[in-house]
């Protein structure tokens, strides 16, 4: 049992590493924005891999996904070539918004802090105020 899990997670590394160059290098698709395999999950049965990517570009990500749905029986084909497997999976593309939502959890956790800075400039400016008015 714990051959097939292995072998998957293999057969992932490979096809992550073969569409990255393969997407670089012969889709010519002018709706691909540059892109970035992120990862690969491939099925036990490894009938079906699902492939992550980002875009460099956000704005182009949906156009990106249906140029790479629309290769993915090119780039099967161009995999059987290369991989010595007796079934390639069939791929299905996945925009991989995971950066994207980091960043977003990042500024609300430092716009989450920064009332608390405001409060104590806020304070010290009132403080500051205070003085300066009764100097006038």
Sequence with gaps: MGGG???????????RRELAQLIWSEVKDPR????????????RDLAHAKVYVESADPSTRKDSIRALSSAAGFLRR????????????????????SVERGNRIDS?????RRPD??????E?????????????
């Design 117 to 122: 800075l405001d409060e104590d400039t806020d």
């Design 108 to 112: 609300l956790l430092a716009s989450a």
């Design 32 to 43: 691909l924005g540059p892109v970035t395999v992120t990862d690969v999950e491939v099925s």
């Design 5 to 15: 899990f292995a072998r998957s997670e293999r057969v992932a590394g490979q096809l």
């Design 78 to 97: 161009c995999l059987g070539r290369t991989l010595h497997m007796r079934v390639i999976p069939e791929l299905h593309f996945i925009y991989d918004d």
């Design 124 to 136: 010290a400016e009132d403080a500051g105020e205070d003085g300066g008015d009764g100097d006038a």
